[in-house]
């Protein structure tokens, strides 16, 4: 199994990047995933989640109304949309699945996770 994250990148405060995670080796649509990330010298944090069929989507409270997720279960990839991104957002973002109907946002849960991908956000 392997998650394999693309799209991050160095972007000015304000700036949009979207982050896509693509899966194989799994039967997609049978797991809820998740975005979290590391900033620099901090532990890992939770971002964002979304069930299978992406009807529950939980998020931090950081970025709410700036990030959207989301999923495409016929291309078994899931989707990060950050819009009006700040210097706090910089870390090393993760996407992670897990083998349950609902997501957790507690990173423990959850299986697999993808390699990380960095995202900078200069002011």
């Known amino acids: 199994l392997k998650l394999v994250e693309s799209g991050g990148g160095m972007v000015q405060a304000g700036g949009s990047l979207r982050l896509d995670c693509t899966a194989s080796?799994?039967?997609?649509?049978?797991?809820?995933l998740g975005w979290f990330r590391q900033p620099p010298g901090k532990e890992r944090e939770f971002v964002a989640a979304i069930s299978r069929r992406g009807g529950s989507t939980p998020y931090a409270d950081s970025v709410k109304g700036r990030f959207t997720i989301s999923r495409d279960n016929a291309r078994n990839t899931v989707y990060l949309q950050m819009n009006s991104l700040k210097p706090e957002d910089t870390a090393i973002y993760y996407c992670?699945?897990?083998?349950?109907?609902?997501?957790?946002?507690?990173?423990?849960?959850?299986?697999?996770w993808g390699q990380g991908t960095q995202v900078t956000v200069s002011s």
């Open positions: 992670a699945a897990e083998a349950r109907s609902d997501p957790s946002i507690g990173p423990g849960s959850y299986n697999y």
């Open positions: 080796g799994l039967i997609f649509s049978l797991y809820s």
